[in-house]
């Protein structure tokens, strides 16, 4: 989205200019802090009152050797005076940290964008590791763009020069003074930072003292004019929102709460949560382990096989079991999902999806692992399949798992991706006391009780648990009777078993909503489907083109095993179908395959998201074509 | 699934057999393991509803089927794995871990490894019998070196694995060993292996009378049983042989047990090492021993308490917290939050 001027420039001190969306993209060493630049510049923003996303961008490499371009670690917000659906196309202020910073990032700023550059920064050594065989700022590099170079290391060594920090200490305050500058520059208060670095640097006072001072001199350096003359303050009105009480939230908080607000629904005292640590998943487990006051219990298990057998054996004794990985600990997973699957115990499978395939780019984001998913199994083993669309979608995603894990007694495995998971956005906090319960009723009545007695209506069997009197049994992988549940090898019972397998899964279709569509109505010249975290970026393409005149729908899937039944019907509708999607191609196959319709696919699969002209030039050229 | 009636008085072996046919071959060392562990449930009267038994994949792993307990009869190797989440999901469930030599310290070495360092309150059984039965015949991870085998026709160049070692080296601290024949000594050692909070390890020599017979008649022949078997007991000399007439004693400079007959070249009964359960290093140079020259040692080799995984995860956890329950009111609305007005 480019930065759109709303109203003429006014001019003059104190004065500033009208934006209603900006990209903003911190980036520096990954020992810089411009994650924490960030998260503060968004915490500040949301406070204000815009409507935001973000997208961190950072490098496998914990510290990368200083000043290199594969060290390079970014943080962006797209803030907004409207509705914000993605962390923005192009970036209008890049702040570059050091030459590496510029160099990575620079491609992405639009044409007449600002650059803010660290000249103490950019020395000989520092401009050799980043490959610039001249220093850019004093040469055309950067003609296209308004460039504002500031010696902030020097300007920060002043600032903190009282506090007696040695020279390395007081340059790592470097990132506060960029981010006071940029809080001036945008309006933003600066309240919320200071109580945060006092509490992050609670043991360490002269941190404190040196970062407050370094975040407000580069705010003072705006407010007292020392800018070039061309720049100005910029003023972004708050959004228009939903009226309630708001947070900023990143998909693996939602998904954690939304995991135990399901937990808790299906009237259930333990969430046990087996994991073992992977990029980008692992935050999930962390949050998960702070939730122990609520019951929850966290494994941090050998490997990922130990994590999800955990999770079967907790499942089994009665709790909620709940494993979580990313593509590659996922693979590993499989054997035991099966038997997950052949026992038909509930389980929730979290996958955070990451570019692959084996260890591919940990750090950036894909949706590659809808086949792993939906079929990436030995034998006929379905299972349910759900994704999340956004961050706080991931709340109610989480909830809908449990709900069709207890009820169906199914492993169901949640897609999230890299972006997804680090990703936040404003969150309007729903109010909990609505949610609708869930109740899961375990078995004690040994009358006429086997363990794969089958609801006749789910086809569910029934959770019987260790510690229940006169229900002692035994399950296990071997193939069972359908009439007794005992071990058996006969070729019917197996065909039957399998079947019945199958149309329990495919049953879930009469439980979950219909499709509908998030823009347009049903039929038309084109509709685009996508799911999970592309919402944003087809969301916002669908409505440009329709502004545009187009003939254009969006549909985008929740529920991606089964589907929702009336799916065929809707997309049978349109004349033309679209799949963008993060991978090569998988849902468009699933759904030529399973609806028999001429879907084509817009692949990316850069580790990037989606930007939404590339959506709507694809729109564009399939309503040409 | 018909459900048996709880037995009133002292239970009997029976009342833990399940209604499925045992399906292992005639002869089979497992048929004695399971005698024992039906008659141990029996005699310890334990609750059947709290009783779990769970396995792996193999021959010894069919046994949660025969049990008439809960049971399940899970994956390859994982069994410790699933074990672990059972207890962290109800601490109070009595947990049995049914494994092979193959199951338990080849595809599953890793959870083995991590359930005994952990210490997780669970009774393991590992069934060695030196060789993979189930897929027929293949040498496993504790065959001695030039087993010959359908995978191993010039035979096995691969050096085995001691699984009492092994355990004591991860960390286990209830290390037992007896032998699927040598029935009350068995029963013994699983009262025993029960009765210790934390993760149990017991190892039974079991014969496989098909693809590994005899494999181990150097300690376990009638005839050679009492000069190859040291049967240890907590606080008594280490003696074996006819008559107890041998003994171990330690030699310092050696750092090394060495076989003494009492009553020759003047060794008392005071020069033999007492066996003390809670002596690590002991332990070690216990489960050192092997035939020819020395005998194998039989009973609990190594018992010293500490707290289990499980209570110390609870620990961690408020009493009466569950989920349920939870808070999710004031966990949303806690940090930073906003207002819009309407």
């Known amino acids: 989205m480019l930065m759109a001027t709303t109203s003429p420039p006014e001019t003059g001190q104190g004065t500033r200019e009208a934006r209603e969306h900006v990209v903003i993209r911190f980036a520096g060493d990954s020992g810089d802090g411009m994650q924490l630049t960030g998260t503060q510049f968004t915490v500040e923003t949301a406070l204000a009152g815009n409507d935001l996303a973000t997208f961190p961008d950072y490098p496998a490499e914990i510290r990368a050797p200083a000043g290199t371009t594969f060290g390079v670690s970014a943080f962006q917000i797209h803030f907004g005076a409207t509705d914000v659906r993605t962390a923005g196309d192009d970036v209008d202020v890049l702040v570059a940290m050091n030459p590496a910073a510029l160099t990575t990032n620079l491609r992405d700023v639009r044409l007449g964008g600002t650059v803010v550059a660290d000249v103490g920064a950019f020395t000989e050594r520092n401009l050799q590791k980043a490959g610039y065989a001249a220093n850019p700022l004093d040469d055309h590099t950067l003609a296209p763009y308004q460039v504002i170079t500031l010696d902030i290391s020097k300007l920060t060594l002043d600032a903190v020069a009282d506090f007696g920090l040695g020279q390395k200490e007081a340059l790592r305050c470097r990132n506060m003074w960029a981010l006071g500058l940029m809080l001036w520059m945008y309006e933003r208060e600066r309240a919320t930072t200071v109580r945060w670095l006092e509490k992050k640097f609670a043991k360490r006072p002269e941190l404190v003292r040196a970062n407050i001072a370094a975040l407000n001199a580069g705010h003072a350096f705006g407010e007292t004019a020392e800018m070039p003359t061309s720049v100005v303050g910029y003023r972004v009105a708050p959004a228009e929102v939903a009226p309630g009480e708001y947070r900023t939230v990143s998909g693996t908080e939602a998904l954690a709460w939304g995991l135990l607000a399901g937990t808790r629904a299906a009237g259930l005292r333990r969430l046990m949560f087996g994991s073992y640590p992977i990029t980008p998943a692992s935050p999930l487990l962390h949050v998960l382990a702070g939730l122990k006051q609520h019951g929850v219990v966290t494994f941090q298990a050998e490997d990922e096989i130990a994590a999800i057998g955990a999770a079967i054996g907790a499942s089994y004794a009665g709790a909620l079991g709940m494993t979580s990985s990313s593509g590659p600990g996922i693979a590993l997973k499989s054997e035991a999902l099966g038997l997950a699957i052949a026992t038909e115990l509930p389980l929730i499978v979290v996958n955070s999806q990451r570019a692959g395939p084996s260890t591919g780019m940990p750090t950036k984001t894909e949706q590659s692992d809808l086949y792993q998913a939906v079929y990436g199994r030995n034998a006929d083993a379905p299972l349910a399949v759900v994704a999340a669309a956004t961050p706080g979608d991931c709340f109610e995603v989480g909830i809908e798992a449990v709900r069709l894990a207890t009820k169906y007694m199914t492993p169901v495995i949640v897609l999230t991706d890299g972006y997804l998971a680090n990703a936040a956005e404003p969150w309007r906090i729903p109010d909990v006391s609505d949610l609708a319960g869930f109740p899961v009723h375990y078995r004690t009545d040994p009358e006429g009780f086997h363990p794969f007695l089958r609801d006749p209506t789910t086809l569910a069997r029934p959770w019987a648990v260790p510690g229940t009197p006169g229900l002692e ?151 040409e074509a | 699934m018909t459900v048996a009636t709880p037995p009133a008085g002292q239970p009997t072996a029976k009342d833990f057999a399940s209604d499925q046919e045992v399906r292992w071959c005639p002869g089979c060392g497992d048929y004695a393991i399971l005698k024992a562990v039906l008659k141990t449930l029996a005699d310890l009267a334990v609750p059947r509803e709290q009783t779990v038994f769970v396995s792996g994949i193999g021959c010894s792993s069919r046994f949660p089927y025969y049990v008439s307990t809960y049971g399940f009869h899970t994956i390859h190797g994982r069994a410790p794995a699933i074990a672990t989440g059972v207890k962290l999901a109800n601490p109070e469930l009595d947990v049995w871990v049914i494994t092979g030599d193959g199951d338990g310290l080849s595809i599953g070495g890793n959870h083995m490894l991590h359930v005994l360092r952990r210490n997780v309150n669970l009774q393991i059984i590992l069934f060695n019998n030196e060789i993979y039965g189930l897929t027929k015949g293949q040498y496993s991870p504790t065959s001695r070196q030039g087993t010959r085998s359908p995978s191993t026709p010039l035979g096995s160049v691969d050096y085995p694995v001691s699984p009492g070692a092994f355990a004591l080296g991860a960390g286990a601290r209830f290390i037992a060993r007896s032998i699927d024949t040598l029935q009350p000594h ?90 003390d359960e809670k002596n690590r290093t002991l332990a070690a140079l216990l489960l050192g021993l092997a035939p020819p020259a020395f005998p194998t040692a039989l009973g609990v080799i190594y018992c010293d308490p500490a707290a289990t995984y499980e209570e110390q995860a609870y620990e961690q956890i408020p009493a009466g917290a569950s989920v349920a329950r939870a808070d999710l009111e004031r966990l949303l609305h806690q940090g930073q939050t906003w207002t819009v007005a309407g």
Not at chain 1, 501 to 530: E, M, N, S, Y
Not at chain 1, 539 to 547: G, K, N, W, Y
Request: contains cysteine; aromatic residues 6%.
């Open chain 2, 186 to 275: 068995l029963i013994g050692v699983l009262k025993r292996a029960h009765e210790h909070r934390g993760a149990s390890f017991v190892e039974v020599f079991q014969n496989c009378v098909v693809f590994n017979d005899g494999v181990f008649e150097d300690f376990t022949a009638k005839a050679i049983a009492p000069e190859m078997q040291l049967h240890v007991q907590h606080g008594k000399p280490l003696r074996f042989g006819k008559g107890d007439a041998k003994g171990l004693r330690l030699d310092p400079a050696r750092l090394a047990v060495e076989v003494v007959t009492v009553g020759e070249n003047g060794v008392t009964e005071s020069d033999l090492l007492v066996h």
């Open chain 1, 473 to 623: 049994h035994r399950v296990g992988g071997i193939e069972r009777d359908y009439a007794t549940g005992h071990i058996s090898y006969d070729p019917e019972n197996h065909e039957r078993m399998t079947k019945v397998r199958a149309a329990k899964i495919a049953g879930i279709a009469q439980d979950i909503p219909l499709q509908d569509l998030a823009v347009g109505g049903p039929g038309g010249r084109l509709v685009v489907v996508g799911w999970g975290s592309t919402f944003g970026p087809i969301l916002q393409a669908v409505r440009t083109a329709r502004e545009q005149g187009l003939d254009v729908a969006q549909v985008h899937l929740r529920y991606l095993s089964p589907f929702p039944r009336n799916l065929g019907e809707l997309l049978a509708g349109f004349e033309r179908v679209l799949v963008p999607e993060m991978n090569n191609g998988q849902l468009v196959n699933i759904l030529r395959a399973t609806y028999l319709v001429p879907a084509v696919g817009l692949n990316k699969i850069t580790g990037k998201p989606f930007k939404v002209r590339e959506i709507l030039a694809a729109i564009h050229a399939a309503l």
